[in-house]
């Protein structure tokens, strides 16, 4: 199944919003610039999911699409096989992607004036969520410490015992959900079962509802080990929505087919009654492409973890030797690299400016992660070895031309 991800593959002129040059202008001032932005990798996609979607588009007819038995199978196995987790046909609901499924579930489980607490610097729409929903983003800040995130848990507390608003009197914030990024994006960072414990235990006590997106699950570097929330305990797995979806790992974002799991009916219910007539049906060439690479995905995905690998390993170096100014994050999981700039000495539209103009880049500004992303800027590794390196000796420049 060797994959050769060294391969440089066109993508401009195939509606990739990644390399579409008028978009690449509109967002980084540079029609030219590198994208090396939203999470979606540049590599060939594995043979078999390639197999099973051309199978599918040579039967004639393209109707209306259910996941069938074999689908909702291909996704119990996965669970229980690659995390111990047994889930149940009845507990998955389909979607058209994360982000659809982080607003209905915020929908369905608060109301306008509820605090959402959630963990910055964090993937945006986490904050577009939240605020798009009337709800009050409360924001348990990490804390970096040693190029390391972690979490501060007093201040979790917190955050659901009292209302981000100033006053002589603290008042309740409402906090009624906590949305978890696991592993977490920009960060980095898999989280271990204890900290997850802790995490879901103030859940527990505060009475939130915990929605774990996950996305980022299989994608985890040697050495650490992705646990699904709901996994821990019967109470956590009665308390939680647990989002996931072959898009990250298998480079399959554009056929939009995500899955949450819930396993409560009524939060089940809930969250299906924010969806009926909203989002759109499955589509067949999504759960064509799911089926197979949850079934037949694996060797693929262990090569390409192989190369992901080497090539942070590369970045890192390249960094500590030749562009000490700017501290890489090394990520425990996912292909996306939080770069600290602090350094530089540049506010963020200076630095901004900065990525786009002057090393032909286009990165995520670290202030839409929100404020504590301020200094940082998040990069996609998951591309050919010879773009990552253009891409850094073009930051070696700029830097020297400064």
């Not at 979607?95 to 489980?109: C, D, F, H, I, K």
């Not at 090539?311 to 960094?319: G, I, T, W």
């Not at 890489?328 to 103009?357: A, Q």
Request: charge should be negative.
């Amino acid at each position: 199944m060797a994959c050769d991800f060294d391969r440089i593959i066109e993508r401009r002129d195939t509606d990739s919003i990644k390399w579409n040059q008028d978009v690449v202008e509109v967002l980084f001032n540079n029609r030219d610039a590198i994208p090396m932005w939203v999470a979606d990798m540049d590599f060939e996609i594995a043979k078999p999911i390639q197999d099973a979607i051309s199978k599918r588009a040579q039967h004639p007819v393209y109707g209306y699409a259910t996941p069938g038995s074999s689908v909702i199978e291909a996704i119990v196995d996965r669970m229980k096989r690659l995390y111990g987790w047994e889930i149940r046909p009845e507990w998955i609901v389909f979607t058209p992607g994360v982000v659809p499924a982080l607003y209905a579930a915020v929908r369905a489980y608060t109301h306008p004036g509820d605090g959402v607490v959630m963990q910055s610097p964090v993937y945006y729409p986490f904050w577009s969520a939240i605020r798009d929903n009337g709800c009050i983003p409360l924001d348990n800040e990490l804390v970096l410490k040693d190029k390391h995130y972690e979490i501060d848990f007093d201040d979790l507390e917190y955050r659901f015992q009292n209302s981000p608003f100033t006053g002589i009197v603290p008042q309740s914030a409402r906090a009624k959900m906590m949305i978890l990024c696991s592993p977490h994006n920009p960060g980095g960072r898999v989280w271990t079962s204890q900290e997850l414990e802790r995490i879901g235990e103030i859940c527990l006590k505060n009475n939130a509802i915990m929605v774990s997106d996950e996305i980022h699950c299989d994608l985890i570097f040697k050495g650490h080990t992705h646990t699904p929330f709901a996994a821990i305990s019967r109470e956590f797995e009665d308390n939680s929505v647990v989002l996931v979806s072959p898009s990250k790992t298998f480079n399959l974002a554009g056929l939009g087919t995500s899955v949450a799991i819930i396993p409560d009916p009524g939060l089940k219910k809930a969250f299906t009654n924010q969806t009926n007539g909203i989002m759109p049906m499955a589509n067949p060439f999504g759960l064509a492409a799911l089926e197979a690479a949850y079934r037949y995905g694996d060797e693929w995905l262990e090569e390409l973890m192989a190369y992901l690998e080497k090539s942070l390993d590369f970045l890192m170096a390249y960094f500590a030797q030749r562009i000490p100014d700017i501290t890489p994050i090394r990520p425990e999981g996912t292909y996306l690299v939080w770069l600290d700039c602090s350094r530089l000495g540049m506010d963020d539209e200076t630095l901004k400016r900065f990525f786009m103009e002057k090393c032909g880049l286009g990165l995520d500004n670290g202030p839409i992660f929100g404020p504590s992303g301020s200094g940082f800027q998040r990069i996609n590794i998951a591309c050919p070895r010879s773009r990552l390196e253009q891409a850094l000796e073009g930051i070696e420049k700029a830097i020297k031309d400064l």
